[in-house]
């Protein structure tokens, strides 16, 4: 199975809701199954694949999110307090999909979460869940709101490597398109990052900081 770049796919990477109806292939499902362990134990979280079912994706909510065909999904859960993590690990996974021809939507409302199938342990809930599939297309970009609302840095000119990261940024996926979050560049290449209010801000700030490293590359920088 081929594989596309990383930074390749996090370009080509839009929120898909229209899936066509194929199941996802065998190798694909094994590559996913192997990540995803992976990730779990990592991240100490727990990330669930379901396949070939439906019914999280029906009803009046799925409607208003414009999904249709979506029968294979993820269900993140976690204990409270980890949305961070999740908005992290959860890209990751979001990006290996891309990177294996998979298409994928961050979902945190639009589904039926009564339906969505889980197996939490003690002190977990179902916290957000990506659905996953082959795309009828492959999405559109997001509008970006301006730079200078995104970040700050000292000086008079922007350094390439943090202009990368920014840019990598911009290309974060977030709820509703909010865009919630502010990256500030200070003295000695340490970078604060800080979400602003708004549903998901948390999670989408874990997204954020997931393509913020990987737009720096391997210039070095401390999270402060």
Same mark, same amino acid.
């Given at each position: 199975?081929?594989?596309?770049?990383?930074?390749?796919?996090?370009?080509?990477? +839009?929120?898909?809701?229209? @899936?066509?109806?194929?199941?996802?292939? =065998?190798?694909?499902?094994? /590559?996913?199954?192997? @990540?995803?362990?992976? !990730?779990?134990?990592?991240?100490?979280?727990?990330?669930? !694949?379901?396949?070939?079912?439906?019914?999280?994706?029906? *009803?009046?909510?799925?409607? &208003?999110?414009?999904?249709?065909? %979506?029968?294979? &999904?993820?269900?993140?859960?976690?204990?409270?307090?980890?949305?961070?993590? $999740?908005? @992290?690990?959860?890209?990751?996974?979001?990006? @290996?999909?891309?990177? $294996?021809?998979?298409?994928?939507?961050?979902?945190?409302?639009?589904?039926?979460?009564?339906?969505?199938?889980?197996? %939490?342990?003690?002190?977990?809930? !179902?916290? $957000?869940?990506?659905? $996953?599939?082959?795309?009828?297309? *492959?999405?559109?970009?997001?509008?970006?709101?301006?730079?200078? =609302?995104? %970040?700050?840095?000292?000086?008079?000119?922007?350094?390439?490597?943090? /202009?990368?990261?920014?840019?990598?940024?911009?290309?974060?996926?977030?709820?509703?398109?909010?865009?919630?979050?502010?990256?500030?560049?200070?003295? *000695?290449?340490?970078?604060?990052?800080?979400?602003?209010?708004?549903?998901? /801000?948390?999670?989408?700030?874990?997204?954020?900081? &997931?393509?913020?490293?990987?737009?720096?590359?391997? +210039?070095?920088?401390?999270?402060?």
């Amino acid at each position: 199975m081929e594989t596309m770049d990383i930074m390749k796919a996090m370009r080509a990477r +839009h929120s898909v809701r229209a @899936y066509q109806d194929r199941p996802i292939e =065998r190798e694909a499902v094994d /590559a996913l199954e192997s @990540y995803i362990a992976q !990730l779990n134990e990592e991240s100490g979280l727990n990330i669930q !694949l379901t396949l070939n079912e439906p019914t999280a994706f029906t *009803g009046p909510l799925a409607h &208003y999110g414009s999904f249709k065909n %979506c029968s294979n &999904y993820v269900a993140i859960c976690a204990a409270n307090g980890r949305d961070e993590e $999740i908005g @992290y690990f959860g890209e990751k996974l979001v990006l @290996y999909a891309q990177q $294996i021809g998979l298409h994928t939507c961050w979902v945190a409302l639009t589904c039926n979460k009564r339906n969505v199938r889980h197996c %939490c342990r003690k002190g977990e809930k !179902l916290q $957000i869940v990506i659905s $996953i599939g082959y795309g009828v297309h *492959g999405g559109v970009p997001h509008k970006n709101k301006p730079l200078e =609302r995104q %970040c700050s840095f000292e000086g008079e000119t922007m350094p390439e490597w943090f /202009a990368a990261a920014m840019k990598a940024v911009r290309m974060a996926p977030t709820a509703t398109n909010q865009q919630r979050f502010h990256f500030a560049l200070l003295e *000695g290449d340490r970078v604060k990052a800080r979400h602003l209010l708004g549903p998901c /801000a948390k999670i989408d700030l874990g997204i954020a900081k &997931y393509h913020f490293e990987l737009g720096a590359g391997e +210039h070095p920088f401390e999270w402060v």
